[in-house]
Each structure stands twice: as structure tokens, then as C-alpha cells.
């Protein structure tokens, strides 16, 4: 099958949804697919084979976060020329509503077309604002995919209609087999993350730590993120910041021996998340994880079993929680051992195989369309079968 994928965000700047999609793309190809992926990337970003880049991003406020987005007539002109040259089967777009190249590939599309939405937000007025433009390029979507519930949920409330829910993917052997790292061992909390986005929680955790250090002296944070260090660390007392190391950007398989490596993964998200899959990463590395209880999160650990959960922004909930765990081996083996079988749910082999399966309908809904097409053309104009 022949699959065009359009990524809505800048490639060169790491996101959950970049993740899915260059992992979804992969595990297509390792299939035998023909897969081809358009994002935005600038200039010098190095990309994989099969990505295509649509031209420089720029940074835009979205969904509480700031999104690198790519739209205008030179993005658009890049769309309809990698639609014609790519002659698809199927074309997967993600966050179709976005002001990006997901919108614009919508538009300018005409094969069978999936959209998988992200956003989680029950309170989106721009959505409902911008709706009367995004209807007509909605129209042509042939299969809704959402990422989680609570994603399914902004897409019905807001555009209407309805979406199966299938999970982001992950290589759960990938984060399984990885090596801990010595010097990642012994106390530590981890955390992994962009350093300056507030959503991502990193300023509750850092309220929270003067009361963990204090009941468990032994313990250290290490922190995987892009951001301003200095500023992370200001709100705490000085004496406390060489218990908190910062490993900046980690490659992939850092960040899974990270996951394998920490006593405790603590995810302190504040909002905005429609999924959590560096949960989903942690628990498929054995790290006992300790997350804010967004609705999101409470379903990925499956209300708790999986995983601890702590009152959304209370770092003294956070730091009461932490040092149970820290305290509590037998506590974090079990998690450990629940976490695992859990995750199990989320490996591509069971998400890539629903989403072909959702390709397949649209593909062969396609052809039956045609089918009938033909047939009516032929009796139109009195024409023999072939």
C-alpha cells in the first residue's frame, strides 16, 4: 500500500505527535509499505528517508503550548505537488483542524483520506469559531481516528460526528531491552520533558522536591528536556540545586535507558494532554510512575493500577506520594510488574495493525465507490462489460 502521512508540527522540534508518526511510519515500512511523510523542517534538519520536507515552520500559540506550524501559498503549493506525485492510496492525516499542513493537505486531497486527532481541549472556542472553514475539508475525511478518549471527545463536541479510539503506539521491546545506566541509579526521580512549557509540570515537581530531599536525603532529579536550567531551578533553595541534574536533549536510547535507570518517574503535567506517551514509554521500561491525575493519564495507568496518581498541581500531594515510593520497593516492583503487562496494549504490533485496519475500510470503500461509478457509466451509456 502506498501511504501518504501528513505531519502537522516542525519535525525538528521533538512533540509526542512527531513521535507517533515517525514510529507508525517505520513500523509501516518494516511491513513492506511504501510510506511517505510531509512535515514541516527547517532547512538544515536532518530527515529520514522517508520524510519530505514542506519548508520552515513558524512558532505559533496553540492548545496552551506554542506549536511550530507550516501554512501559506508555498506550503500549500508543496502540498498539492507531493498529493500528485505520490499517487496514494491512502492518505493519513493528523490534527486536520490544525493551521497547518494537515488542514491544507485536506483540502487540496482527493483519495480516501484518514485524520487521527490529538487535542484533548473541552473549551476550544477557536475550534468552534473557526468551524464554518474547517467543515468543508472535514467533509472529505473517510475514517476518524482519536488518540484517547478524551480526544474523541473534543472532536465530538466541537466538529461532530464520531472517531474509533485507537492509542499512540510504542516499541514497548525498545524501552524493555534498553541497559540502565550506573550513574541514572540510586534515588533518583526522573523527569523528561520541554524545561520551559509550565503545562509540562516541571514547576510543581521543583515546589515539590525541598520536602522529597528532606525525607529522603539520598535522592536526586535528573531532568531530560530542552529549556533554560537556571531558570528551573531559581525557585529552589541553593543549597538543594546540585540534587537536580540536568541531562538536556537525550537521544532515544538515552531516554529509554533513563526510564529503565530511574526509582520513580514522575510526570507532574498540569493539562492539555488528550493521551501521555512518555507514560506509556516509562511503563514499557519497568519505571514505576507517579503522574498528576489528569483524565488522560488516569486512563493510561488504568485508573491507578499501573501507576500512582496525585491531585493535579499539589506539589505537597506529589511530594507525599514520592516519598512512599522512594520508601517502598516491594510498592515500586509491583508497580512495575502491573505496568508491564499493562503496556503490552500500546505496542505497535497491536495499534499498526488497527490502523491498517482502518486504512483497509477507507481504501475499500474507495474501490467499491469506483466499482459503482463504473457500472453506472457503463449503463449510462448503453457500454459492454469489460
Known amino acids: 500500500m502506498k501511504i501518504g502521512i501528513v505531519c502537522p508540527y516542525s519535525w525538528d522540534v521533538p512533540g509526542g505527535v512527531q513521535f507517533h508518526i515517525r514510529d507508525l511510519a517505520e513500523h509501516l515500512i518494516r511491513l513492506g509499505h511504501q510510506v511517505s511523510v510531509l512535515a514541516p523542517a527547517d532547512d538544515e534538519t536532518p530527515l529520514p528517508p522517508y520524510v519530505l520536507s514542506a519548508g520552515r515552520a513558524v512558532p505559533v500559540p496553540y492548545n496552551g503550548s506554542v506549536a511550530r506550524l507550516n501554512f501559506g501559498f508555498l506550503s500549500a503549493a508543496r502540498v498539492r505537488r507531493w498529493l500528485h506525485d505520490g499517487t496514494f492510496d491512502v492518505i493519513h492525516i493528523h490534527e486536520p483542524t490544525s493551521p497547518s499542513l494537515g488542514l491544507l493537505a485536506c483540502w487540496a486531497a482527493q483519495g480516501p483520506i484518514v485524520a487521527t486527532f490529538h487535542t484533548s481541549n473541552p473549551r476550544s472556542r477557536a475550534m468552534i469559531a473557526a468551524y464554518p472553514i474547517l467543515q468543508p475539508a472535514l467533509e472529505k475525511i473517510r475514517a476518524r481516528i482519536a488518540v484517547s478518549e478524551y480526544a474523541r471527545r473534543t472532536l465530538v463536541e466541537h466538529l461532530g460526528g464520531d472517531a474509533v479510539v485507537i492509542p499512540n503506539g510504542v516499541d514497548v521491546d525498545f524501552f524493555a531491552r534498553a541497559e540502565p545506566k550506573a550513574e541514572w541509579q540510586g534515588g533518583t526521580i526522573g523527569f523528561i520533558g520541554r524545561i520551559d512549557e509550565p503545562r509540562k509540570g516541571l514547576p510543581v515537581l521543583m515546589r515539590a522536591l525541598p520536602a522529597i530531599l528532606a525525607a529522603r536525603p539520598e535522592s536526586r532529579l535528573l531532568v531530560a528536556g530542552r529549556g533554560d536550567e537556571e531558570e528551573a531551578v531559581a525557585s529552589l533553595p541553593g543549597e538543594l540545586r546540585d540534587r537536580v541534574e540536568f541531562l538536556g536533549m ?73 516519598i512512599r515510593l522512594l520508601g517502598d520497593p516491594e510498592r515500586r516492583e509491583g508497580l512495575r510488574r502491573r505496568g508491564s503487562a499493562h503496556v503490552r496494549r500500546f505496542d505497535w504490533t497491536t495499534v499498526g495493525a488497527d490502523i491498517l485496519a482502518v486504512y483497509e475500510t477507507v481504501t475499500d470503500g474507495a474501490a467499491s465507490v469506483a466499482a459503482d461509478e463504473r457500472t453506472g457509466l457503463r449503463a449510462r451509456f448503453g457500454l459492454a462489460r469489460d
Not at 503535567?269 to 514509554?281: D, R
Open 250 to 322: 537525550v537521544s532515544d536510547e538515552d531516554k529509554a535507558r533513563l526510564l529503565r535507570s530511574v526509582d520513580v518517574y514522575v510526570a507532574p503535567n498540569t493539562g492539555g494532554e488528550s493521551f501521555g506517551i512518555i507514560l506509556v514509554e516509562a511503563l514499557s521500561a519497568g519505571a514505576p510512575v507517579l503522574a498528576s491525575d489528569l483524565d488522560a493519564f488516569a486512563q493510561v495507568l488504568d485508573q491507578g493500577s499501573a501507576g500512582e496518581l496525585f491531585a493535579n498541581e499539589d506539589a505537597h500531594a506529589l511530594a507525599t506520594a514520592a
